[in-house]
Structure formats: structure tokens, C-alpha cells
């Protein structure tokens, strides 16, 4: 049934479908009460038993259900509960009369008794259910209509103090959060239909939500949402909707001249909604511009979806506008979820080993541990378009250890043999920072294949969360691994870390380098880092070298390991191991 029908269209359809009153009254909340249908009809068939007597009006008793559902009391101690539930059946009763004649029972209403079969009779074949009861039904949703919009409006009212109603539960907020996103989506419906403007739907949310309610707790976290749907309740004017969807996920439909006139509105939001008790907001917005009016309302809202989460992985702006090619974004997304778990239980992830350099000897010293995903289908799978995927999902933890073993196996392997020691780094997602299971994964490894721990390096990224980093980095030093700092030069705080933690050796970052290349003061800055790293006793490589030219500047300014195209490309570790052979011999 559509939800954007009225109670009363919804309750008449059920009438007409052959249901008794009392279903048909019912049935028309179902939804809203959480209720599908069949349930809702299963529960209200017994209804009628008044009815049938003569006795109360089939309405009035699905009524009574209703209300029961919307403001019911579930503790027989809470009084107060108890009286505004009382209340509430009260008012119902004496609206009914007042709209009905003073009716309240089937007979006064129909003015005949269907409990007795010749009247029942007649009831049918003058079509009185068709006649009579709509009126009956009408009286019923309108009282019912306006009641709980009521109760909505004191909610709004006491807004902040919401938790501290006697008479909040779980199944009113429920309620109320159905019933407020019906009615947003019905008002959404008929403003598409109505205007000749385009319509924007702008969806938010906060820039780490999860973090504020760790650090400040949940209720303050409640209370910033508040805050922000009072906020934009003011912002918006009478043609402009919003709802609050889930959590910290808000959207606003709003018709619009201009991209320019979406972009001031957002931009007034940023501002209005900057700061909560000083604590500082920040949002991720995305907008997605309906073109086909004739589109499902959800492709709409999930279109606005895409943008937001589109956003959130740009690190330049908070606004993204939805692109057709979000959709195959999402799609690989479903697909690397999908075939995760069997790509670890089938063996399809690989390492891969790039060559280090020393640029003055010629020889390998080292190499780095990179996976690889090969699909039976879709074939090779790089890093980059599912390490991020499933650093969100955690399943990153499962990748790296099987990355991790294999690494161990080749050491030991290398130390085995002829060729003796050869570092291999591997990559430490962020993800495993949270915990320290990842430590005695690491210790377990290295004991179960024994190997030297030197030749197992870790290479960790620096992360927005600086005191993390350093804590762990601390705790891995002291168990005596070595640690390079991955992507030097590509974050923010860089140079803070090099206070903090005790890293072993830097990797600057390819983009960091290309960046200082092209001018003489980049040239300036890149000389004085790796001055700098001589001086503090760290070891220095540059990443992504794939150029002659970088490798001059390199040696000239004394940074002598490197990794990159130039020299090598990663390859599988059986290959490397034949290089490796090589490399041992011509020393
Ligand atoms: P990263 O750790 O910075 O790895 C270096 C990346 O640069 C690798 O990309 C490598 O193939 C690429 N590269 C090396 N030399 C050059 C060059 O001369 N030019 C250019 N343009 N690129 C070069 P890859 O293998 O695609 O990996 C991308 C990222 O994925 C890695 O960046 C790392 O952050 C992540 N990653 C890869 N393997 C793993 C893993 O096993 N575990 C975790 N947690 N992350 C991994
Ligand atoms: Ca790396
Ligand atoms: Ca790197």
C-alpha cells in the first residue's frame, strides 16, 4: 500500500477490499506501528466481536488498539504513564461522540443490530458498510490524525528534555520517527510534483560522529542532534523538508534556481551548525539533482547517499554533487564485500615484492611486501580499489596476516638458504593500531617460522590520530621491531610524529618528492629533510623513483636507498627471489 495515501484513503481501500471495520482501521497505522499488514489484519479480525454484538463501534475499538500502540504504558507501577494513556482513550471517546451524534455502539450508529441475522441481512444488501461505516472510519482517523500530531508538537516542544518524559518509550520514538518520515516523504512527493524549479536533496553528517560520542559519551552526542534538528528546523522555510534519517544522517529537499544558491545554503549550514557547547562541528555533504521526476523517491535519497560518502573520501572538499559514476563506485564496493571472504579461503591474494635499492652499490638491500588479488573472473584486483574498502569493514586484519606469513615464509626461506638476510617491510593498516591483537600476531609469526625480527620490518602510515601512532610505536619498539614511516610528507602532521615516535627510518612519499622537484626551493626543502634525518640518526628511502634524474638528485643530496619503477616493479615473490639469487652473486 502506498505510504504516501492517507490514513482515511488507506482505511477505505481496506474497507473495500472486503475487510470489517475494524481491520480496515488498523490496518491503515499497520505500517506506522511497525506492524506488515497481515499481522496488523491477524490482530484486529477478533475486533468486531463488539460489533457483532451490536456493541462498540468496530472503529472505535481498533481505535483503542492504536492509541494503545502509540502511548500504551508497559509498567504497571508508572501512574503517570497510566493516567495520560487514560487521558488519551477519554479524549478519543468523547470526540467520537461529539463527531458522530453521541454514537458510540454499532446499533446507534447504523441504527440496526447486525447481531441478529435478519439485520445483518439487511446491512448487506442496502450496502450500509459502504454507506455508514466510512463516516464511522473518518470520525475515527481524524481524532486519531490529530491527537498524535499533538503529541508530536509537545514533543517537539520540550525538544531537549525529550529522555526525561515520563511517557517516552521505545515504540512511541519509533513511532514518531515513522510517522515524522512519512510525512517527509509525502511533502517531498508533492513538491516535486508541484514545482517548475529543480529540486535538490542535500543529505549530512557529522565528520566523525562515532569519535565525538567516545570521547563526550552518547547523551551528549543525542543532544548535538537536537541541537542540529532545531538548528535547521529554523534554517528551512515552508518549501524546504527535512528529516533526520538514522543517527547523524540528516537530509533537506529543497527546490532551487541555481548549483549556487544549493551551494549558499550549505554554506550557511556549515556556519549555523559550526558549534555545539564548543565543541566543533564539521560536516560531509552530498547532493544529488533530480532529473527524472518519475524516479523512485529511495534512488533519489540514495543517489544523495553516494554524494555524501563520495565527499567524505575527498580530502579537499566537504560538498560532493552525485556523478553517474558513483554508481559503479558502489557497485565495486558490493562486489570487493561479496568475494572477500572466499578470496582468503581460496588463496587468491598474493604477495608481491618491490626491490630497495641502494643507489650507490647497485644491490638489493631490501624489499617491500604488497598484495595482490587475483579474481578467477575480474582477474588482477590493486590495492587501491579494496584496501580502502575494507579498511572500513575491518576485513583489512585477515588480509595483512595472511601478507604477514607469507612474508616470514620468504625470510626464512632467504635465511635458509644461500642468499642469508633480506629485510622484507610489511604494511601495518591503521586499522590494527585500535588493539594490540595485531602485536601477538606479529610475535607468533615470527617465533612459529623463526626468524631474525630485524628482517621483519613494519611500515606504518602516519594517521590523523597522532597520539595512537605514537603510543603503539613506543609499545613496538620496546618489543625491538623496526619501524619506517610510510608516506612522509603526504599527511599533515609529519613533522610532529618525528618528535613523538620512535621510527627507524622514513619513506618519503613519491608525491611528496614529485612535488619538490620541479622548483629550487622544493629542491631546498627536500635537501633539508634528509639533512634533518641524518642528523636525528634515521634512515632515509624514497619512494616511487622512476626517474634518472630523481636518482641524481637523490644521491646528491645523500639519500642513498630507494624503491620505484625506475629500478623495479613489484613482482611476484617467486621472481624477486630469482633477482634476489642474482643480485647475491654479483657481489
Ligand atoms: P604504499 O605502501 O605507499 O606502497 C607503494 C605503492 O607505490 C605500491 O602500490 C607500489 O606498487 C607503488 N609504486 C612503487 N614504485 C612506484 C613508482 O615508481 N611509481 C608509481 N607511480 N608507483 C610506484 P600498490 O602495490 O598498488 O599499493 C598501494 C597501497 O596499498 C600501498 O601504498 C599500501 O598503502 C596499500 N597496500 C598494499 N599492500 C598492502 C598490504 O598488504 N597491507 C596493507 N595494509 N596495505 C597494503
Ligand atoms: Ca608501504
Ligand atoms: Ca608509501
Given at each position: ?7 482515511e ?6 474497507l ?6 475494524s481491520?480496515a ?15 496488523a489484519?491477524?490482530?484486529s479480525?477478533c475486533?468486531?466481536m463488539?460489533?457483532?454484538q451490536?456493541d ?13 500502540m ?14 495520560f494513556?487514560?487521558k488519551k ?18 446499533r ?20 450500509m ?18 491527537m ?10 520540550v525538544?531537549?528534555?525529550l ?9 512511541q ?13 509525502r ?5 516535486i510534483h ?7 536533496f542535500?543529505?549530512?553528517?557529522i565528520?566523525k ?6 570521547i563526550y559519551?552518547e ?13 535547521v528546523?529554523?534554517?528551512?522555510n515552508?518549501?524546504q523538508y ?8 540528516f ?7 541555481s ?10 549550514l ?7 557547547k ?6 560531509t555533504?552530498?547532493v544529488?539533482?533530480?532529473e527524472d521526476?518519475?524516479?523512485?523517491l ?17 580530502i ?7 556523478q ?17 571472504q ?9 604477495m608481491?615484492?618491490?626491490?630497495k ?32 574498502i ?14 604477514w ?5 620468504f625470510v626464512?626461506r632467504?635465511?635458509?638458504?644461500g ?9 601495518v ?8 591483537e ?8 615470527i617465533?612459529e617460522t ?12 602516519e ?6 601512532i605514537?603510543?603503539?610505536?613506543n ?7 623496526t619501524?619506517?614511516?610510510d ?11 618525528l618528535?613523538?615516535t ?18 629550487d ?11 634533518m ?11 616511487g623513483v ?10 646528491q643530496i645523500?639519500?642513498d636507498?630507494?624503491?620505484g ?8 615473490a617467486?621472481?624477486?627471489y ?7 652473486e654479483?657481489?
Amino acid at each position: 500500500m502506498g505510504i504516501s495515501m492517507t490514513h482515511e484513503e488507506r482505511a477505505n481501500t481496506l474497507l473495500r477490499q472486503g475487510y470489517h471495520c475494524s481491520q480496515a482501521m488498523f490496518g491503515a497505522y499497520a505500517e506506522e506501528l511497525g506492524l506488515d499488514l497481515k499481522t496488523a489484519m491477524k490482530i484486529s479480525t477478533c475486533f468486531g466481536m463488539g460489533m457483532r454484538q451490536g456493541d462498540m463501534c468496530g472503529c472505535v475499538t481498533a481505535s483503542m488498539l492504536i492509541l494503545g500502540m502509540a502511548f500504551g504504558f508497559y509498567d504497571p507501577q508508572d501512574q503517570e504513564q497510566e493516567i495520560f494513556g487514560n487521558k488519551k482513550t477519554d479524549e478519543f471517546i468523547r470526540k467520537f461522540k461529539e463527531k458522530m451524534d453521541g454514537a458510540l455502539q454499532c446499533r446507534e450508529i447504523l441504527g440496526l443490530d447486525i447481531s441478529n441475522p435478519e439485520e445483518l441481512a439487511r446491512f448487506r444488501q442496502e450496502g450500509m458498510k459502504f454507506r455508514i461505516c466510512p463516516r464511522a472510519l473518518h470520525s475515527s482517523v481524524e481524532i486519531l490524525d490529530h491527537m498524535m500530531g499533538e503529541y508530536q508538537d509537545l514533543l517537539a516542544d520540550v525538544g531537549g528534555e525529550l529522555s526525561e518524559l515520563p511517557i517516552e518509550d521505545e515504540l512511541q520514538s519509533a513511532f514518531r520517527r515513522v510517522n515524522r518520515f512519512n510525512r517527509f516523504r509525502r511533502d517531498v512527493r508533492s513538491l516535486i510534483h508541484e514545482t517548475e524549479e529543480k529540486i535538490d536533496f542535500i543529505q549530512f553528517d557529522i565528520r566523525k560522529f562515532k569519535v565525538i560520542n567516545d570521547i563526550y559519551g552518547e547523551k551528549f552526542g543525542d543532544e548535538i542532534l537536537d541541537f542540529i534538528t532545531e538548528k535547521v528546523g529554523k534554517i528551512c522555510n515552508e518549501k524546504q523538508y527535512f528529516v533526520n534519517l538514522r543517527s547523524d544522517v540528516f537530509m533537506i529537499v529543497t527546490e532551487r534556481k541555481s548549483e549556487e544558491e544549493t551551494l549558499a545554503l550549505i554554506e550557511r549550514l556549515k556556519i549555523e551548525l559550526r558549534e555545539f557547547k564548543h565543541v566543533t562541528l564539521q560536516y560531509t555533504f552530498g547532493v544529488y539533482t533530480v532529473e527524472d521526476k518519475s524516479m523512485e523517491l529511495r534512488q533519489m535519497e540514495d543517489r544523495a547517499a553516494m554524494a555524501r560518502k563520495a565527499a567524505k573520501e575527498n580530502i579537499i572538499t566537504n560538498v560532493a554533487f552525485y556523478q553517474e559514476q558513483f554508481k559503479e563506485l558502489l557497485y565495486n564496493r558490493r562486489f570487493i564485500e561479496d568475494n572477500m571472504q572466499a578470496a582468503i579461503t581460496e588463496r587468491q591474494f598474493q604477495m608481491y615484492l618491490q626491490p630497495k635499492y641502494s643507489i650507490g652499490s647497485g644491490h638489493i638491500v631490501g624489499a617491500e611486501a604488497l598484495v595482490r588479488w587475483t579474481h578467477p573472473k575480474r582477474g588482477m584486483i590493486f590495492p587501491n580499489e579494496f584496501i580502502p574498502i575494507i579498511e572500513e569493514n575491518g576485513f583489512i586484519r585477515h588480509v595483512d596476516y595472511y601478507i604477514w606469513g607469507e612474508a616470514c615464509r620468504f625470510v626464512k626461506r632467504c635465511e635458509t638458504s644461500g642468499i642469508g638476510s633480506c629485510p622484507i617491510s610489511v604494511n601495518v593498516s591503521r586499522h590494527h593500531l585500535l588493539g594490540d591483537e595485531f602485536i601477538r600476531v606479529l610475535e607468533d609469526l615470527i617465533k612459529e617460522t623463526g626468524i631474525n625480527k630485524k628482517n621483519l620490518e613494519l611500515e606504518i602510515t602516519e594517521t590523523v590520530n597522532g597520539q595512537q601512532i605514537s603510543e603503539m610505536s613506543n609499545r613496538l619498539k620496546e618489543e625491538g621491531f623496526t619501524l619506517l614511516m610510510d608516506d612522509f610528507g603526504s599527511g599533515y602532521s609529519s613533522l610532529n610524529i618525528l618528535l613523538e615516535t620512535p621510527f627507524d627510518v622514513i619513506k618519503i612519499d613519491k608525491k611528496f618528492m614529485d612535488n619538490m622537484m620541479v622548483s629550487d626551493k622544493g629542491r631546498l626543502i627536500l635537501a633539508q629533510v634528509v639533512s634533518m634525518a641524518d642528523k636525528l640518526g634515521l634512515g632515509l628511502l624514497a619512494e616511487g623513483v622512476e626517474t634518472k634524474e630523481q636518482v641524481e638528485l637523490l644521491q646528491q643530496i645523500g639519500c642513498d636507498i630507494v624503491q620505484g619503477y625506475y629500478y623495479a616493479r613489484p613482482m611476484p615473490a617467486e621472481e624477486f627471489y630469482e633477482l634476489l639469487e642474482k643480485d647475491r652473486e654479483k657481489a
